[in-house]
């Protein structure tokens, strides 16, 4: 709860509107600047007592540049319920005038985001924001009413920020899971959650992505870590973990063109007693599709996670969301207008009753989105997008993981490299972990948010000062 510096005592539901954010700010342009300033509706700092019903404002976002803002900037509305008893309900966010977008309204996690920009030099765009309190038990007005946070465009060094109040700074002890590579690396992030033995192994590149983002969920379902591997040799190390691990099966995901059949004999004499299969397609979607039919032969799992496989970032998240809720993950190449026919028979496979898309637009396309609404309706078919890589992981942690959230711990991997990542996102899915992503030497704003309101005790960076530096480690802003 912010401070108050007002408070004049009426009947009727009780409504707080706070912001705190700075005067304005700017961002330079090739034949001009922008510069943004928010005209308050309210005052800061102050508490207004609504007599008797809900409450609504506009605050109005001005460029008094000469240049176009830029695009995607993140307005953010966040709310709580002031003094217990009555859940607050933000029921509408609009924003409307050129450089508008839609906002997304998370009722369940307190949360809204308008997307503002290109916002053309002496624009503005107006933010609406209607709210009211209401006892979600009963469905009647609460007399304790809520607080409302709001605004929250504003520039730092080095890019554009969000949130109205400075994101807090995280009080979670912070420990790393790295080796002096990559491969050293999946082998730390593996021991911790299997530090003696496993079932199941799977073992992927660890010089591309999409066969490791396949596994990862995968290897969560059957109860087994992901370990990486060069293309030509199994790692020293990696074949060490394996022998320690003693599992029953190995699975080597990826055809020869990812890893040689040279590995091969290399796992089986690691772990002489185990089972070596090799599951592959003839491209990364058929793998995929063939990693989830290996790792659910029934099908049966009620979500699936379609993510784009031509990047690595959104994929990450989903495939630690979806080992959480024990579904399976399925790539799509983001910018086809229609479901490929590796993507349609696993969903055919699977039998799924919800589709969660993980990235915006950019990344998985709307033609995409209307043939899984198809499948599943509108209403079965849920995206979940931030305005970049960062703010997608925190959208997929904040909704997935009940974030309120009281979990004990999370992981954090790069939003910058993959190698450790993937071994991140594989230890993230068996443990029903939330996975946020950070950059090289900072902490994004919605990262700082999101492990603030998860309230964990530790946070682990998976990879070394070379992925997550120091300053990740000190919870610098970036």
Known sequence: MHPRTTRRSLLGIVVAVVLSLAPSFSASAATGTADLEVQDAINRGQTWDIVGGPVSFVEDVQNVGSAPSAAGVPYVVRWDDQQGGGDAA??????????????????AHATAVCE???????????????????????????????AITVGGVYQRTGGWGVIADEAPTPTA????????????????????????????????????????LSAGPAAAHEGGPLLLTARGALPGTVAAELRSLHPRRVVVVGGPSAVSDDVLPEVAQAVPGARVDRVAGVDR???????????????????????????????????????????????????????PKTAVTSLEALRPTKAYI???TAAVSNGIQIALEQRYGVDGVVRRAGSDRYVTAQQISQTEYAVGYGVGTLDMASGAAFPDALSAAAAAAATGKPLLLAKQG???????????DAGPTSVTLVGGPTALGDGVAAWRAC
Not at 198 to 209: K, L, N, R, Y
Not at 294 to 320: I, N, Q, R
């Open 173 to 212: 002890t912070v420990t790393r899971a790295a080796g002096d590579d990559r491969y050293a690396t999946s082998v730390a992030a593996a021991k911790t959650v299997w530090p003696d033995t496993a079932p199941v192994v799977f073992v992927a590149s660890g010089t591309d992505f999409p066969d490791a």
């Open 442 to 452: 900072c902490v994004p704003d919605f990262t700082r948010i999101a492990v603030d």
């Open 116 to 146: 503002l920009g290109p916002i053309p030099a002496g624009g503005e765009v107006d933010v609406a924001i209607a709210g009211d309190a209401v006892d979600r038990a009963s469905g009647a007005s609460a007399t304790n009413g809520f």
């Open 285 to 339: 979607y058929e793998t995929n599709q063939r990693i989830d039919a290996d790792a659910f032969p029934d099908g049966g799992p009620a979500d699936v996670w379609v993510a784009t496989g031509s990047d690595y970032p959104d994929a990450l998240a989903a495939g630690a969301a979806a080992g959480f809720s024990h579904g399976a993950l399925v790539l799509v190449p983001g910018q086809a207008t229609i479901l």
């Open 90 to 107: 933000l029921v509408d966010v609009t924003a409307t005038g050129s450089g508008a977008t839609a906002c997304t309204v998370d009722e």
């Open 358 to 360: 993980a990235g915006g």
